[in-house]
């Protein structure tokens, strides 16, 4: 495998079922199409060379598929095709197409979507739900998932943004805003936490427990009651991964019953989070807003900051209140680039405080002269405001 190429997840570990199970199989370097049925035998490697080979970030380049159909683009492909890079166009990653902007989610086939984590991590399952054909695409971190569906390499990016148990996932809050993506959707996923181990290993012989630090802390009680050490992990999929490639028979993992199956592990307990309604919810990013409709519950989720003032967030929340809008959530996070503001007064001195963006999710669609009229009311006097997405509500758990 030349260097230069990406990959993401060429993951073929040794488990009992069907490698086309797992992940992409395809190079993404847009310049090649190599497909990994041509490399060596994957099946026959050993899990900790695979472990180590598996995850690839997506890295940071221009992206090389024309974004439109002009003349010029097509002489670009063709171009490259003479060179004889391309052998198959279908191979190429495919805009969005009408149809798929406009449609709901479940209704697309073979759409790309890219989460973080290994294959039969959460987020691959919140995938899935919103796309049941959809080909589904690991990355190592939530930013290259963000990064994946900017420079074309998937459609969309599947991400976790609260739990209702851990609460927000602040890191993608800071993600939303720094990226220019569009959230098209969202899932509502019930969590199942299993305790797993090597074949033949009972709990007791457990010493560590590794999984993602969300997954730990919602499972603290069983954690406490085993006595065992808890292990941070980058997801829970990967936990499973590593313990199934060491062998360590004194090692087990939280994550889900797809994940046993996929890395050959026993499930030794069944939902083992503390709470049993242990809910993620996941938010669908794409390059393009889709339509609002009014057909079905909306739900609209804007950014925005304030001038410093008495009362400016009572006046920011008054214009939903005022229009009978819920807001279903409202989050406060520090202004990275301006953390703080100094206001002088000359009496007094001056005084530093906190700069703060809100982020709040709303229930109704964009297409509702009620929404329009509340936002263009915050923008009198919100300094910043961005509509991060309009879309509908996921009532299906
Ligand atoms: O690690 C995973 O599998 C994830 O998708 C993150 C996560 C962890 C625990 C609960 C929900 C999501």
Redesign the pocket.
Known sequence: MAASHIWVSPLRPHSNVGVSDLGLRRCVDMRCNWDLERLPRWECCCLSVLAQRAITPVEDEKPLIPQVETSEAIDQVQDTQSRGFHKDLNLLPKPLSATDIFSSPRNSAKVRVAY??MPG???EAAALKAYPKCETVPCEEFEAAFKAVELWLVDKAVL?IE?SVGGSIHRNYDLLLRHRLHIVGEVQMV?NHCLLGLPGVQKEELKRVLS?P??LD?CDMILTKLGVVRVSTD???GAALMVAASGERDSGVIASDRAAEIYGLNILLEKIQDDDDNI?RFLILAREPIIPGTDRPHKTSIVFTLEEGPGMLFKALAVFASRDINLTKIESRPQRKRPLRVVDDSNKGSARYFDYLFYIDFEASMAEPRAQHAMAHLQEFASFLRVLGCYATDSAL
Do not use: R
Request: net charge negative; charged share 5%.
């Open positions: 973080q984590g991590a959460y987020g976790p739990s969590v993602h969300q997954a919602q997801d829970t999929a993620t």
